[in-house]
Structure formats: structure tokens, C-alpha cells
């Protein structure tokens, strides 16, 4: 059965995986990102992709979005909320308004698709919420302090959905490590050496590789459908043993 899938960050990455990972399992799809042109590069098939720009973290635009997104297809069954930047810097470095940022992008924007999403999903009955936070909720490195902040908050929004909208609700977090989206080979290109951090990445994991975003797609894909319907409130590492080994003598 065709399900409603509403996925943010929808046009590069992770995003564009998971969209294409469902439009792929026979089900219609909204996607959502401030990327105009990027957006415009997704494939539609069937009549199954709606494509939006929208700011995800400004109230009335993921209103109106949904609406609409429920107006074409019909109540919403999953939300992925995916949508997310990336900002370097301490504590003491970071301005108020790039905090702001971070967590309008990173935390806001989910509190808000899954405010609006959740009320659509009471309606049918039944839905799922995908939070992507990070393995960084986890362990963390130097100088990501406010990206670190909001996936580590993302966690317990997971839990408090999970909690209040059980049983009919589920609600669950997929935590990637380095993956080889846009926005990684973006970063690493600001840096000294692009070609050596690059394999710094890939040594830092056991699995000696940046994961696919197709792989993180496959979990979401699977945390969102009926064979999961006991998992709920947990969050999933998907990192390549990042940070599990103790290295010594």
C-alpha cells in the first residue's frame, strides 16, 4: 500500500537518498528544502514526487507545505525529519546568531514538521517520525559545539514523540556518522590538505569507508515500515564503529 512520506533536506545527501529510497518502494513523496535548483533535479515518477521550497524552520511555510502535501496525496504516514547545517566553532566563538541557526535548521525545523505532521497522522490513525541526529549526540569532536547541541536535543524529541503519541505514533532516530553527502566534501574542502582529512575520515571509522547515504536511507526506510513496529524511542547508530575502539598498548 502506498504510503505518504514527507522527507526535509529533501534535495542533496541523506535527504535525496531517502527520497529516492521511497519513491523507489512505491510510495509518494513530499520533499522540502530551500534549494531551488536542487530540488529541480529530483526525478518524479508517476505523479508520486511533490516538490517544495520551503524554510522548514519558519512555522507558516511548514504549515502550508503539509497542507498542501495532504491536499495532492492524501494524511501523512511518515515524516523524515533530515533537514541540517553544519557550523564550526567553540562555545565562546560561536555568535547568537549562528547558534540561532544551527538550532532553527537542526532542531526547530523537526519540532516544527513534526508538530504539524503528528496532527495529520492522528487523523489516519497511524504514523512514523524519523528524527537524522548524529552520531556527534554520542561523541563528539573539537569546535561543532552547536551542531553538537541540537542532534544531541533531537534524541529527546525523539523520546518525548515516542512517549506521548504511543501506541498509534512511533518515533525513532537515526544517528550516521561520516557520510559522503554534500555537505562533508563542502567542509573538507575549506580545510588544508581537502585529500588528506578526506582519509582521515575513512581511517577514523572500522569499517575503513565513508558510508553511502543510500545506507542511512535503507535504515530509515526500514525503521519507517510495519517490520518495525516495535521499535520505538531508540536511536540507531549508523557510523562504522566510530568511537568504540579504545586505542593503547
Known amino acids: 500500500m502506498r504510503r505518504n512520506v514527507i522527507v526535509t533536506g529533501a534535495a542533496k545527501g541523506i535527504g535525496k537518498a531517502c527520497t529516492e529510497y521511497f519513491l523507489n518502494n512505491g510510495d509518494a513523496v513530499i520533499a522540502l528544502d530551500i534549494d531551488r535548483d536542487a530540488l529541480k533535479m529530483l526525478e518524479d515518477t508517476d505523479g508520486r514526487l511533490l516538490t517544495m521550497v520551503c524554510d522548514v524552520s519558519n512555522s507558516g511555510q511548514v504549515q502550508q507545505a503539509i497542507q498542501k502535501g495532504v491536499d495532492v496525496f492524501g494524511e501523512i504516514d511518515i515524516l523524515v525529519n533530515n533537514a541540517g547545517i553544519q557550523r564550526y566553532s567553540t562555545i565562546t566563538e560561536t555568535t547568537e546568531d549562528e547558534w540561532d541557526l544551527v538550532m532553527n535548521a537542526n532542531l526547530k525545523s523537526a519540532f516544527l514538521c513534526s508538530k504539524y505532521a503528528i496532527l495529520s497522522m492522528q487523523k489516519k490513525g497511524s504514523g512514523v517520525v524519523v528524527n537524522v541526529s548524529s552520531v556527534q549526540a554520542f561523541i563528539s569532536q573539537e569546535r561543532v559545539a552547536p551542531y553538537t547541541t541540537s542532534k544531541t536535543a533531537m534524541l529527546g524529541l525523539t523520546r518525548s514523540i515516542a512517549v506521548d503519541?504511543?501506541?498509534?505514533?512511533?518515533?525513532?532516530?537515526?544517528?550516521?556518522?561520516?557520510?559522503?553527502?554534500?555537505?562533508?566534501?563542502?567542509?573538507?574542502?575549506?580545510?588544508?590538505?581537502?585529500?588528506?582529512?578526506?582519509?582521515?575520515?575513512?581511517?577514523?571509522?572500522?569499517?575503513?569507508?565513508?558510508?553511502?547515504?543510500?545506507?542511512?536511507?535503507?535504515?530509515?526506510?526500514?525503521?519507517?515500515?510495519?517490520?518495525?513496529?516495535?521499535?520505538?524511542?531508540?536511536?540507531?547508530?549508523?557510523?562504522?564503529?566510530l568511537g568504540i575502539l579504545c586505542k593503547g598498548n
Open 165 to 241: 503519541y504511543a501506541p498509534h505514533i512511533r518515533s525513532v532516530a537515526v544517528c550516521p556518522g561520516t557520510v559522503d553527502t554534500p555537505m562533508l566534501r563542502d567542509a573538507i574542502a575549506t580545510m588544508d590538505n581537502p585529500e588528506k582529512i578526506y582519509q582521515e575520515c575513512v581511517d577514523m571509522h572500522l569499517s575503513a569507508r565513508i558510508c553511502p547515504p543510500e545506507e542511512v536511507a535503507a535504515l530509515i526506510g526500514f525503521l519507517s515500515s510495519a517490520m518495525a513496529g516495535s521499535i520505538t524511542g531508540q536511536a540507531f547508530r549508523v557510523d562504522g564503529g
